[in-house]
């Protein structure tokens, strides 16, 4: 059974910073990428940003600047720091990572965290 654990989401004023957190856990051979999405109400899911296993990142043109996503590969986490937080950073953000887990052999798939909730007030 593998599985992703997100924790850090929040309320917080706009202007201020949170950390969200994601581990992976379980038969895993290797995490390849892995990032953050967000899917805020009424909208479609969207990518945050994505981070390779040699560290290589992709940020969304909404967060650059704001955001930074770092991993730990020995640890299996990433982590998305968040400052100065915009109200319309307001959704459930999502872990996901792309990982070669072991079952009767070793299979490539991606794996969603339950997600946590971000609120930004104006």
């Known amino acids: 059974q593998v599985q992703l654990v997100e924790s850090g989401g929040g309320l917080v004023q706009a202007g201020g910073s949170l950390r969200l957190s994601c581990a992976a856990s379980?038969?895993?051979?290797?995490?390849?990428?892995m990032g953050w999405y967000r899917q805020a109400p009424g909208k479609q899911r969207e990518l945050v940003a994505v981070?390779?296993?040699?560290?290589?990142?992709k940020y969304a043109d909404s967060v650059k600047g704001r955001f930074t996503i770092s991993r730990d590969n020995a640890k299996n986490t990433v982590h998305l720091q968040m400052n100065s937080l915009k109200y319309e950073d307001t959704a459930v953000y999502y872990c996901?990572?792309?990982?070669?887990?072991?079952?009767?052999?070793?299979?490539?798939?991606?794996?969603w965290g339950q997600g946590t909730r971000v609120t930004v007030s104006s």
């Open positions: 981070t390779t296993s040699d560290s290589s990142t």
């Open positions: 996901n990572a792309h990982m070669a887990v072991i079952g009767n052999r070793i299979f490539e798939n991606d794996y």
């Open positions: 379980g038969s895993i051979f290797k995490v390849n990428i």
